[in-house]
């Protein structure tokens, strides 16, 4: 069975950072692409990051508005996908979803939510 | 960036009734558009990919349509489970952007 668990999120400051992390099971997470997605308040999904895997020399791809705010990487060694976010705005309030490449298998979201 | 508007954004409906839910794309997707669900709890689950293709496990209730531009997702007739939101999602070119989502609600 294929699971993606995200752990990581909370009550944050503004301007303050916090790592998601994603941990995967079930499938080949080495030759795997990953996405980090998130869901306002208002329910909007607003795709952020993707990481290729390493025969693509884990290319990676940002939503231009967190381009150099966060950062996505990941461990083939231990089936993880994480989400640097650095700086952090109200606006980045938000359910934070892991997903596969192709968006075929999505994590249960974990909540941020930034505010003073 | 590729913006996708879905309609209606609110859709009351029987049970055994058949819905459409239209998803419109400010430029062409040559079919790189898909259709998620997500559920009350907040999970999000596949239905369709590319245009028309069920995910494994999505009943044949289901079912997508389109080019170009336009594209839809009918329900044939409904059941309980299916009250939810839906939307669409394009994969034709970065960054993959979603529809604001349509709430299929129970009339």
């Known amino acids: 069975e294929v699971q993606l668990v995200e752990t990581g999120g909370g009550l944050v400051q503004p301007g303050n950072s916090l790592k998601l992390s994603c941990a995967t099971s079930?499938?080949?997470?080495?030759?795997?692409?990953m996405n980090w997605i998130r869901q306002t308040p208002g329910k909007r999904l607003e795709w952020l990051a993707q990481?290729?895997?390493?025969?693509?020399?884990?290319?990676?791809s940002y939503l231009e508005s967190v381009k150099g705010r966060f950062t996505i990487s990941r461990d083939d060694s231990k089936s993880s996908v994480y989400l640097q976010m650095n700086n952090l705005k109200e606006e980045d309030t938000a359910i934070y979803y892991c997903?596969?490449?192709?968006?075929?298998?999505w994590g249960q979201g974990v909540m941020v939510t930034v505010s003073s | 960036d590729i913006q996708m508007t879905q309609s209606p954004s609110s859709l009351p409906a029987s049970l055994g009734e058949r819905v459409t839910i239209s998803c419109r794309a400010s430029?062409?997707?040559?079919?790189?558009l898909n259709w998620y669900q997500q559920r009350p709890d907040g999970t999000i689950k596949p239905l369709i990919y590319?245009?028309?293709n069920l995910q494994s496990g999505v009943p044949s209730r289901f079912s997508g349509s389109g080019s170009g531009t336009d594209y839809s997702l009918t329900i044939s007739s409904l059941e309980p489970e299916d009250f939810a939101m839906y939307y669409c999602q394009q994969d034709a070119s970065f960054p993959w952007t979603f529809g604001g989502g349509t709430k299929l609600e129970l009339k």
């Open positions: 079930g499938f080949t997470f080495s030759t795997a692409w």
């Open positions: 590319y245009t028309s």
């Open positions: 990481i290729e895997d390493k025969s693509n020399n884990y290319f990676i």
């Open positions: 997903t596969t490449g192709s968006f075929d298998y």
């Open positions: 430029q062409g997707l040559s079919n790189n």
